[in-house]
T-cell receptor, first 113, second 111 residues
Framework: DAKTTQPNSMESNEEEPVHLPCNHSTISGTDYIHWYRQLPSQGPEYVIHGLTSNVNNRMASLAIAEDRKSSTLILHRATLRDAAVYYCILRGKGIQGAQKLVFGQGTRLTINP | KAGVTQTPRYLIKTRGQQVTLSCSPISGHRSVSWYQQTPGQGLQFLFEYFSETQRNKGNFPGRFSGRQFSNSRSEMNVSTLELGDSALYLC??????????FGSGTRLTVV
C-alpha cells in the first residue's frame, strides 16, 4: 500500500489560511488523493479528493504537484471548528478492483483564537 | 438525507464473548467498509463489501468477520473477544469513485 507522510501537528490562527502538506512519493497512477478530518469523538469526515488537477469545494482546496508526489490541503480562512486531525490518504485498488483507505497518523491542526 | 448509522454506539463485553456491530449505509451506497481505530494503531482497514461480496480484507485475524445484506446494510462480528479488541469501530459507505461517509462509530470496551 502506498504511504503518505504528514507533519504530526500544525498550528494556525483563526481567519488565516492554512496549508497542510502531504508527501506520497510512491503514489501509483491510479491512486486518488483523499483528505479527511476527524473531530474528537466523531468519525472521519470527507473533505476533498483529486487525481491530477487541483480541486476546489466549499470546504477547501486541494493543490496537487505536477509529479503527484505531494499535495497540499488549503483551508482558506480557518475557524475554530477546523481544529481536527487531518488525514491525507491514497485511495487505491485492491483485489477484484476493490478500494480501501489506508490511513496514516495524520496532522493535528490547532487553531488559535 | 440520512447519514451512515451505526448501532450500538457503546458496548461493553467480557473476554471470550462475541459481538455483532451493525451499519446502515447512506441510501444508494452499495460499498460498505469497516475500520478499527485505537490510540496506538490509529485507523486500520478491516474489510470492504460491495453487493453482498467481500472485495477486500485487511490484516486482521479470522475472529473478525463481516457480511452485507441485499439492502446494503452490513454487520461485523468479532468472536472470542480479547482485551486488545477494545476500540472504536467505524463503518463508511461510498458510491464508486466518490468520497467515503463515515458513521459515528461503535465504541467497544472489552473487560
Amino acid at each position: 500500500d502506498a504511504k503518505t507522510t504528514q507533519p504530526n501537528s500544525m498550528e494556525s490562527n483563526e481567519e488565516e489560511p492554512v496549508h497542510l502538506p502531504c508527501n506520497h512519493s510512491t503514489i501509483s497512477g491510479t491512486d486518488y488523493i483523499h483528505w479527511y478530518r476527524q473531530l474528537p469523538s466523531q468519525g472521519p469526515e470527507y473533505v476533498i479528493h483529486g487525481l491530477t488537477s487541483n480541486v476546489n469545494n466549499r470546504m477547501a482546496s486541494l493543490a496537487i504537484a505536477e509529479d503527484r508526489k505531494s499535495s497540499t490541503l488549503i483551508l482558506h480562512r480557518a475557524t475554530l471548528r477546523d481544529a481536527a486531525v487531518y488525514y491525507c490518504i491514497l485511495r487505491g485498488k485492491g483485489i477484484q478492483g476493490a478500494q480501501k483507505l489506508v490511513f496514516g497518523q495524520g496532522t493535528r491542526l490547532t487553531i488559535n483564537p | 438525507k440520512a447519514g451512515v448509522t451505526q448501532t450500538p454506539r457503546y458496548l461493553i463485553k467480557t473476554r471470550g464473548q462475541q459481538v455483532t456491530l451493525s451499519c446502515s449505509p447512506i441510501s444508494g451506497h452499495r460499498s460498505v467498509s469497516w475500520y478499527q481505530q485505537t490510540p496506538g494503531q490509529g485507523l486500520q482497514f478491516l474489510f470492504e463489501y460491495f453487493s453482498e461480496t467481500q472485495r477486500n480484507k485487511g490484516n486482521f485475524p479470522g475472529r473478525f468477520s463481516g457480511r452485507q445484506f441485499s439492502n446494503s446494510r452490513s454487520e461485523m462480528n468479532v468472536s472470542t473477544l480479547e482485551l486488545g479488541d477494545s476500540a472504536l469501530y467505524l463503518c463508511a459507505s461510498s458510491l464508486t469513485g466518490g468520497g467515503y461517509t463515515f458513521g459515528s462509530g461503535t465504541r467497544l470496551t472489552v473487560v
